[in-house]
């Protein structure tokens, strides 16, 4: 069965506190990307990768670190979490690119104190 | 102004009605998603259109690429229709997505 995985699902922080969101898929998609959603302001591109060790920013990139160290996996790093970063948080992945169909993960609320 | 707006911002209608969304866009593209969100927030892909219409089941999505819109149509609403639906396009040369703020669909029994 096609799966992404985010882990964890909630998350409530503290200022400052470094956490790590992970992402993982199982259907061997070049594509993975992370996403924010706000109220107000819908859903909104973090980083993106298109292939293993390539990774680029999207609209909202400060705050926040990725890796692709492998085809499988794209975490999200927040070295030092801001309250501006409380959020729901997406991954996505996709064989083609945004070109094909997407398949997001279940979603990680996320609340800095 | 957005770049991708949605209307409307909120629909409800009855069980059986014809419901469409709009979507317009203010850029080149060179996709264009429509995809849905259920309460509890998981995110589905509906399509995925760059020309023409398709049809899976009973939604139907087109697009105008010259007139930049998209509508997508359900039709035999049913209360599990109920989500928010969005849309998002591809802006031409760019690997990204740009989203629209949503519209929420309640469906009644």
């Known amino acids: 069965e096609a799966q992404v995985t985010q882990n964890p699902r909630y998350l409530i922080t503290v200022t400052g506190k470094k956490l790590t969101v992970t992402c993982s898929q199982n259907?061997?998609?070049?594509?993975m990307s992370w996403y924010r959603q706000d109220p107000g302001l819908g859903l909104r591109q973090i980083y993106y990768?298109?292939?293993?060790?390539?990774?680029d920013k999207g609209d909202v990139p400060e705050g926040y670190k990725v890796s692709r160290k492998e085809k499988r996996n794209f975490p999200l790093i927040l070295e030092s979490p801001s309250p501006n970063q409380t959020s729901l948080y997406f991954c996505?992945?996709?064989?083609?690119?945004?070109?094909?169909?997407?398949?997001f993960g279940e979603g990680s609320r996320l609340t800095v104190l | 102004k957005n770049e991708v707006e949605q209307s409307p911002q909120n629909l409800t209608a009855q069980e059986g009605e014809f419901i469409t969304i709009n979507c317009s866009y203010s850029?080149?593209?060179?996709?264009l998603h429509w995809l849905q969100q259920h309460p509890g927030g998981g995110i589905v892909s509906l399509f995925m259109?760059?020309?023409g219409k398709k049809k899976h089941g009973r939604l139907i999505a087109t697009i105008n690429i010259q007139e930049k819109h998209s509508s997508l149509h359900i039709t035999a609403s049913h209360p599990r229709d109920s989500a928010v639906y969005i849309c998002?396009?591809?802006?031409?040369?760019?690997?990204?997505?740009?989203f629209g703020q949503g519209t929420r669909l309640t469906i009644n029994p």
């Open positions: 996505a992945t996709g064989r083609g690119g945004y070109t094909g169909e997407l398949f």
């Open positions: 850029v080149g593209i060179s996709a």
């Open positions: 998002a396009v591809i802006p031409q040369g760019a690997q990204k997505l740009v």
């Open positions: 259907m061997n998609h070049e594509y």
């Open positions: 259109l760059s020309s």
């Open positions: 990768s298109m292939n293993v060790e390539a990774t």
